[in-house]
């Protein structure tokens, strides 16, 4: 099964890279770009910078200056990662011989006891274990034995996959029951043992994740607080807070262990907290993160566009996240979610040409900041007004480009009566549904256009149910069975067509896609008094470039009382751009206002911010 997560059970079955194919539409030319482009240039920076050369020094078992954070490991197990499934996915032979060399070059620098770390443990290094707190060394095993789970699904046994089980016995070994009895300060390593467990069948690391896990709110860590998650145990906690991805990674590895062990309390615990977050501390693209301190969840509400962190990495784990908890309770509003993010924070988070990346995605940029050195890595605290080539801190670049390379396996699931299908993209699915080969073929260019037509190429069975999902901002989609009849579907709903499918059958769904204002919760109040558009799925930004004189988004008011006009490919909002001046920003609610310009102003997508030279940007518009 060629795919990252494969639960023993759930109401849904994962589909395998082998089983779902993209053929075409915006995530293929994606996928086309990290295979042609992203890979090669995440592998350039990581050779350039002497961070997968640490692992040759380390080898030699002299003292070495090391390049790199302390987490630099985990950049390398992360591309690694995406090679393996762009491997599984397409079988280059060149992928193949870069994959073997990186394999090598890694497993010259493992111990005998099966440690793994090229910051610690080396002569003039702190000892191994010395700072859980911030060391990231189990974090890097974590990614290291994820690569693992993917080459084992894709390839089988080999040098590879042997490094990352020695890694994992090691862990156990040292961290099991009588061991440190502790926890890593970035969680990551919990999810990837209880994947290892699933791929290998081995129970010890199930187990081993299952001690992590619990050991969450035990105050090991020096630091202990919320930050790290360890302020109180995984069951006790009612919301996702403190730092994102590390809330985010030990949510999916909370759910994987709960579904593994039948720890109904745990998966209820963690869907609870998910839930909290979504209503209380998400962004409107999906964003995770809302302060850049501690690249962490904010306060309920606390959601200030100009600060919204909402990093890349978030995007990813919260993807991972919804992933899991659709596949055991097959509610499609985590289907929702993974599509929100991924068109919203995804998308745009690598540039077109796959070379440049946002690591934090704000809904406000104030400043036309100029495009970086192509040639210079960045301080990742600057990552959100630009993309950048690198950064001195990399995690989201090859986070990226792992997810872009699994990233059909989202489009779909299957259970003993048919086919679900989640995401909208042209695709082939071919799998077996009760042991019968049912295949399907996906036609539409959403979400530019709303109409996905499904044609059945294949079905050994007899009646079959294919379910499409209808999203909770679709009202008014219809659904067009074989026989012909076309029947209302409810926002939020499934339209599920049931019959006993001949191939070249057609169902097709129309989706609503037109422009649509958007409200704030009043309890928002850095965005009250503001509206925002949204086109299907994809939120829509105002850029100084489309003012009128280049003037500044900050002079931008709209009014929201008029619907969006969409024409010739591009939305329009009435607005009015103002031109204020003065020496006090404050007056009383009676002084004349300047009224501003009336303007018809373009709205763009907002993954497709910053991609015509610097500009301020706001998706959040001020009412007049």
């Known amino acids: 099964m060629r795919t990252p997560v494969h639960p023993s059970g759930g109401a849904l079955r994962p589909l395998g890279l082998d089983e779902v194919r993209i053929t075409g539409g915006y995530w293929g030319r994606r996928q086309q770009t990290n295979a042609d482009a992203t890979i090669g240039h995440c592998l350039h920076w990581l050779e350039k910078l002497g961070w997968i050369a640490n692992f040759d020094r380390a080898a030699t078992g002299a003292p070495f200056e090391r390049a790199g954070r302390e987490f630099s490991d985990s950049e390398i197990y992360k591309l690694a990662e995406a090679m393996a499934w762009e491997i599984g996915r397409t079988g280059s032979p060149e992928l193949e011989a870069e994959f073997a060399r990186l394999t090598e070059r890694i497993a010259a620098a493992q111990e005998d006891d099966g440690y793994l770390n090229t910051m610690f443990g080396h002569p003039g290094q702190a000892p191994r274990y010395s700072d859980l707190e911030w060391g990231h060394e189990l974090y890097c095993y974590g990614h290291l034995i994820q690569a693992g789970v993917a080459r084992l699904r894709t390839r089988g046994e080999d040098a590879f996959t042997a490094l990352a089980r020695r890694v994992a016995d090691h862990v156990c070994d040292a961290f099991g029951a009588g061991g440190i009895e502790r926890i890593c300060g970035h969680p990551e390593i919990e999810v990837a043992l209880a994947e290892l467990a699933r791929a290998t069948g081995e129970t010890r690391y199930l187990e081993q994740a299952r001690l992590f896990i619990e050991r969450h709110g035990g105050r090991t860590l020096a630091d202990a607080g919320e930050y790290y998650q360890d302020d109180m145990p995984v069951r006790a906690a009612e919301v996702l807070r403190g730092h994102a991805v590390r809330a985010l990674y030990l949510s999916s590895g909370a759910i994987d262990v709960a579904v593994e062990t039948g720890d109904e309390e745990l998966f209820e615990a963690v869907r609870r907290q998910w839930h909290r977050a979504l209503a209380r501390r998400t962004h409107l693209t999906g964003g995770m993160g809302s302060q850049y301190q501690d690249e962490a969840f904010g306060r309920d509400f606390a959601l200030p566009p100009d600060r919204a962190y909402s990093e890349s990495c ?176 409810a926002a939020g709903r499934a339209a599920s067509v049931t019959a006993a499918f001949a191939p070249g059958d057609e169902i097709r769904l129309h989706l609503p896609v037109e422009p649509r204002w958007t409200m704030p919760d009043p309890r928002i109040d850095a965005v009250r008094g503001c509206a925002a558009v949204e086109r299907g799925p994809v939120v829509l930004c105002a850029e100084s470039v489309d003012l009128p004189g280049e003037a500044d988004v900050a002079e931008l008011t709209v009014d929201a009382a008029a619907l969006p006009i969409e024409r010739d490919g591009s939305v329009y909002v009435a607005a009015q751009v103002h031109d204020r001046d003065g020496d006090w920003p404050y007056g009383s609610p009676t002084a004349p206002d300047d009224e501003g310009k009336s303007a018809e102003v373009a709205l763009v997508p907002f993954h497709r911010r910053a991609t015509r030279g610097p500009a301020s940007m706001r998706v959040w518009l001020p009412q007049s």
């Open 314 to 489: 978030a995007g990813v784990a919260a993807v991972m996240t919804a992933w899991r908890l659709l596949l055991q309770t097959g509610d499609a509003a985590y289907a929702d979610m993974i599509e929100r993010v991924s068109w919203n924070v995804l998308a745009g988070a690598a540039a077109p040409d796959g070379t440049s990346f946002f690591y934090a995605n704000p809904l406000h940029q104030r400043t036309a900041d100029p495009d970086p050195a192509p040639d210079r890595e960045l301080p990742h605290v600057q990552g959100g007004g630009r993309r950048a080539p690198w950064y001195d801190v990399s995690c989201c670049p090859t986070n990226l480009a792992r997810t872009f390379a699994q990233y059909a396996i989202y489009l779909a699931t299957a259970d003993r009566q048919g086919i679900q299908i989640h995401q909208f993209a042209p695709c082939t699915i071919d799998t077996e549904v009760d042991g019968e080969r049912f295949a399907l073929a996906v036609a539409t260019s959403y979400p530019d256009d709303g109409t996905v037509v499904v044609r059945v190429e294949a079905n050994q069975g007899s009646e079959r149910t294919v379910s499409l999902r209808v999203p909770v901002w679709a009202e008014g989609a219809t659904v067009t069975g074989p026989d012909g009849e076309t029947r209302p579907v």
